[in-house]
């Protein structure tokens, strides 16, 4: 790898490293802690199944084609991101940095993407592309699954970002196949 790259490589590193660990530090509030803890909680699957159930409540049949298309998209992107973290395999931050303080349950051993940040971006985009009027709802929500995982030293910003991207991405490609 040239000189140059590496620099920037390790440059970038330096930084996403220094603000995960500013990040993260807010944890050590307790109020900021607990809710992050639930918030990330909740995106474990819990906000986005609710949501789904309430769809078929309320929309009947109507709703099917918004739940399975959330459902199939969502499945796509857990074998998507399980393989990445398979062949990525970077460590968790709190495994690495003494300075950050794990506030969280790590749902697997590695750090690259964020799967909750990946899902959260896949069902957010699917349930408002068919219900724009949940945005205000859901795209805080979206906001603050991301910011979780850093705040709970589960995930290096770029993580984050990396999964937000990718969740992005396959929701736009399964409207392609819907």
């Given at each position: 790898m040239p000189f140059k790259m590496r620099w920037y490589l390790n440059r970038m590193h330096r930084l996403d490293s220094s603000l995960c660990i500013a990040v993260n530090q807010t944890s050590q509030v307790r109020?900021?802690?607990d809710v992050f803890r639930l918030v990330s909680r909740l995106g474990d699957g819990v906000f986005w199944y609710s949501l789904m159930l309430l769809i078929l409540l309320f929309e009947g049949s109507a709703g099917l084609k918004p739940v399975i298309h959330m459902a199939l998209a969502g499945l796509f992107g857990t074998l998507l991101y399980k393989w990445l973290k398979g062949k990525t395999l970077r460590p968790r931050p709190f495994e690495?940095?003494?300075d950050i303080f794990l506030a969280g349950k790590p749902l697997d051993k590695f750090s690259f993407p964020s799967g909750h940040t990946l899902h959260a971006v896949v069902f957010g985009l699917v349930a408002i592309n068919y219900y724009p009027a949940l945005s205000f709802l859901i795209m805080p929500?979206?906001?603050?699954v991301g910011l979780s995982r850093v705040v709970l030293g589960l995930h290096y910003p770029s993580?984050?970002?990396?999964g937000a991207l990718i969740g992005s991405l396959i929701a736009a490609l399964s409207f392609l196949v819907v």
């Open positions: 109020l900021i802690r690495v940095h003494q929500f979206v906001s603050m993580d984050v970002l990396a």
